[in-house]
C-alpha cells in the first residue's frame, strides 16, 4: 500500500516543501520505493508534483501482471516510455517488476524534470550504463523530442493524463510518435468529466484500437468504479 510517512525536517530550502511517501510492493523481496511529492506547488510541476488514484491503480495492475508467468504483454528487453512521468511512480514500479527491460524511459515537460529526477536517483541506479532513464517530452513540441522519438517503444505507459483538453491532440500524436506495430500501450485514467474526456477518446480511437481491463484482472484491492485501465494498440 501507499503510506505517508513525513516531511523530512532536515531537508535543505530546495526540497522543503516536499513530502514523502513510500510504496510497498505486494512482493516483499521488492525493496519499497522512496517518493517525493511537492504538495505547496514550490517545484513549479503542476499537476506533475502528486502521485494521483490512477497512477497507483495503474502500478499495482502492473505488479499483478509481473507475477504472472504466462503473461504475454511485455516482453523480456522490452523499451519502455512513460509519458507525463510526474513524479515516476508508475514507471519506477515497472523498472522494479520488469527487471528484465532493457529501456525504462521516463518523460515530462522541462518543468517536471527535477522532481522526476530526484525520485528516480533515489530508487534506482543512475549512471551512463541505467537501464531507467528521464528525458524531457514536451507532447506540443515533439520537434524538440530528440532521442526520445529516435525508435519505438515495446511498452507505453500513461495514467491520469486527460486534465487538459487541448493537450488531447497533441498527446495522441506522441502516443503515435513513440508506437510502432507491436507496441502495447497501458493506460489508466480517472473519469472526471466524461463529456470532455470523450473528446480525447475520439481522436485516439482514429489510431490506436484499446479495450479496458476488467476488475477481476486488476489488484483486487487497488481499483476503483471511476479508474479505467486500458491496454491499446496501433490500429492496422
Not at 511517501?21 to 522512496?34: G, S
Not at 497507483?56 to 499483478?64: A, D, G, M
Not at 485516439?204 to 476488467?214: G, L, M, W
Request: hydrophobic share 40%.
Amino acid at each position: 500500500m501507499l503510506m505517508f510517512v513525513s516531511e523530512d525536517p532536515t531537508a535543505h530550502m530546495a526540497t522543503e516543501s516536499l513530502t514523502t511517501r513510500e510504496y510497498v510492493f505486494e512482493d516483499d523481496k521488492i525493496a519499497p520505493l522512496t517518493m517525493h511529492e511537492d504538495p505547496v506547488g514550490t517545484w513549479a510541476c503542476g499537476i506533475g508534483n502528486t502521485i494521483w488514484d490512477a497512477g497507483l491503480v495503474l502500478s499495482k495492475y502492473i505488479e499483478k501482471l509481473s507475477s504472472q508467468p504466462d503473461q504475454t504483454i511485455v516482453k523480456p528487453e522490452a523499451r519502455v516510455i512513460e509519458l507525463g512521468s510526474g513524479t515516476g511512480l508508475v514507471g519506477l514500479v515497472f523498472a522494479k517488476c520488469f527487471t528484465d527491460a532493457e529501456r525504462v524511459v521516463l518523460t515530462d515537460k522541462a518543468a517536471c524534470l527535477p522532481l522526476l529526477r530526484k525520485n528516480v536517483k533515489e530508487n534506482v541506479e543512475t549512471g551512463p550504463e541505467s537501464r531507467v532513464v528521464t528525458e524531457e517530452l514536451d507532447w506540443e513540441r515533439l520537434d524538440l523530442g530528440g532521442s526520445v522519438l529516435a525508435g519505438q517503444y515495446d511498452v507505453i505507459l500513461l495514467s491520469d493524463c486527460l486534465w487538459h483538453p487541448p493537450l488531447y491532440e497533441p498527446l495522441v500524436k506522441a502516443l503515435s510518435a513513440v508506437a510502432g506495430p507491436s507496441t502495447m500501450v497501458l493506460m489508466a485514467y480517472e473519469k472526471r468529466n466524461f463529456d470532455e474526456e470523450l473528446a480525447f477518446f475520439k481522436l485516439f480511437s482514429q489510431k490506436f484500437a484499446f479495450k479496458d481491463v476488467k476488475a477481476e484482472e486488476q489488484d483486487e484491492r487497488w481499483q476503483s468504479e471511476d479508474i479505467y485501465v486500458f491496454k491499446a494498440w496501433l490500429k492496422n
